[in-house]
T-cell receptor, first 116, second 114 residues
Framework: EAGVAQSPRYKIIEKRQSVAFWCNPISGHATLYWYQQILGQGPKLLIQFQNNGVVDDSQLPKDRFSAERLKGVDSTLKIQPAKLEDSAVYLC??????????????FGPGTRLTVL | AQSVTQLDSQVPVFEEAPVELRCNYSSSVSVYLFWYVQYPNQGLQLLLKYLSGSTLVKGINGFEAEFNKSQTSFHLRKPSVHISDTAEYFC????????????FGQGTRLTINP
C-alpha cells in the first residue's frame, strides 16, 4: 500500500513570495491533516479536513495561509506572502474515518521550506 | 486544552545501555497517548500508543512505555539501545473521542554513541 505522498520535498523562496505544497493521502483515507514543524519544536496542527470539509483550522494563520481539499482526496497548502518565520517542515498526514474513537495517522515525508 | 512536556531536549547514551525518555502531559479530559519517532529527513512513524487497558504498552523496535495517570506521565524506555535508534522522539496526546488532533511535545533527540 502506498503511503502519504508530498511534493516538493524541498523549497527555497524569498520572503514575500508565494509557495504551494501538495499532499496525496493514503487511498480511502477520509481525514487529512497539515502540520507545521519548526526546527527544534514538535509538529503543530494547522488544519484538519474530513473529506473536503474543514474540521479544525484554529491555528492556521488565515491572513497568509490557505488550504483546500477539492474532491476530498488531494490537498494543497499555500502561503502568500511568505515570512521568514514560515521556515519549517510541513507534514501531511491522513487517517481513515471509521467508527472507532481512534484512527492512526500516517505521515508523509514532509516538505522543508526555507524562506530567505 | 492539552499540553505535552518532554523533559529532556537531548539524551546521549552509549550503545547497549538502557534509556528512558520522559514525557508529562496536562489535560482536563481523558486522552490517548503516543510516542512517534522521526529519522532524519523522514516523516513521523508511530512507535507505540496507549488507548486503554494495561498501562504498560509495547511498541516496535523493542520500545515500551508506561502510562501513569496519577503522575500524568508516559515515559518511553528501551533496555538496550542500538546505533540505529538515533533519531528524534516525540510524545503526543489526543483527546478521547475528539477530532483526533495530535498535540506534540517539543521532542527529544536521542544520540547513541558507540
Amino acid at each position: 500500500e502506498a503511503g502519504v505522498a508530498q511534493s516538493p520535498r524541498y523549497k527555497i523562496i524569498e520572503k514575500r513570495q508565494s509557495v504551494a505544497f501538495w499532499c496525496n493521502p493514503i487511498s480511502g483515507h477520509a481525514t487529512l491533516y497539515w502540520y507545521q514543524q519548526i526546527l527544534g519544536q514538535g509538529p503543530k496542527l494547522l488544519i484538519q479536513f474530513q473529506n473536503n470539509g474543514v474540521v479544525d483550522d484554529s491555528q492556521l494563520p488565515k491572513d497568509r495561509f490557505s488550504a483546500e481539499r477539492l474532491k476530498g482526496v488531494d490537498s494543497t497548502l499555500k502561503i502568500q506572502p511568505a515570512k521568514l518565520e514560515d521556515s519549517a517542515v510541513y507534514l501531511c498526514a491522513s487517517s481513515s474515518a471509521g467508527e472507532s474513537s481512534y484512527n492512526e495517522q500516517f505521515f508523509g515525508p514532509g516538505t522543508r521550506l526555507t524562506v530567505l | 486544552a492539552q499540553s505535552v512536556t518532554q523533559l529532556d531536549s537531548q539524551v546521549p547514551v552509549f550503545e547497549e545501555a538502557p534509556v528512558e525518555l520522559r514525557c508529562n502531559y496536562s489535560s482536563s479530559v481523558s486522552v490517548y497517548l503516543f510516542w512517534y519517532v522521526q529519522y532524519p529527513n523522514q516523516g513521523l512513524q508511530l512507535l507505540l500508543k496507549y488507548l486503554s487497558g494495561s498501562t504498560l504498552v509495547k511498541g516496535i523496535n523493542g520500545f515500551e512505555a508506561e502510562f501513569n495517570k496519577s503522575q500524568t506521565s508516559f515515559h518511553l524506555r528501551k533496555p538496550s539501545v542500538h546505533i540505529s535508534d538515533t533519531a528524534e522522539y516525540f510524545c503526543a496526546v489526543s483527546v478521547f473521542g475528539g477530532a483526533q488532533k495530535l498535540v506534540f511535545g517539543q521532542g527529544t533527540r536521542l544520540t547513541i554513541n558507540p
